[in-house]
């Protein structure tokens, strides 16, 4: 199994970026995803889930905000972040059953 995620970087506030996970060494519609994040001194949470038939949850703090998805086709998997905000300033790693990639940094910041 392997997950790569990319699409991080610097963003104003109020900026968007989106999240890329790609994901390979399994069947990949027959899992559930999830996007965590991790800042600097507090612990990993999670942010945002999708299965595999395609139910969404998010995190209160990012609700209406950020949006996740998957390509089946192209075995990925998105977040989509609008109107960030300085606290959504992390780590952000993609996870399946257990598996997490490297994590993409994302910086908030004016």
């Known amino acids: 199994v392997q997950l790569v995620e990319s699409g991080g970087g610097l963003v104003q506030p109020g900026g968007s970026l989106r999240l890329s996970c790609a994901a390979s060494g399994f069947r990949f519609d027959d899992y559930n995803f999830g996007w965590f994040r991790q800042a600097p001194g507090k612990e990993r949470e999670g942010v945002a889930s999708i299965t595999n038939d395609e139910k969404t949850s998010y995190l209160d703090s990012v609700k209406g905000r950020f949006t996740i998805s998957s390509d089946d086709a192209k075995n990925m998997v998105y977040l989509q972040m609008n109107n960030l905000e300085p606290e959504d300033t992390a780590v952000y790693y993609c996870?399946?059953?257990?598996?997490w990639g490297q994590g993409t940094q994302v910086t908030v910041s004016s």
């Open positions: 996870t399946v059953s257990g598996y």
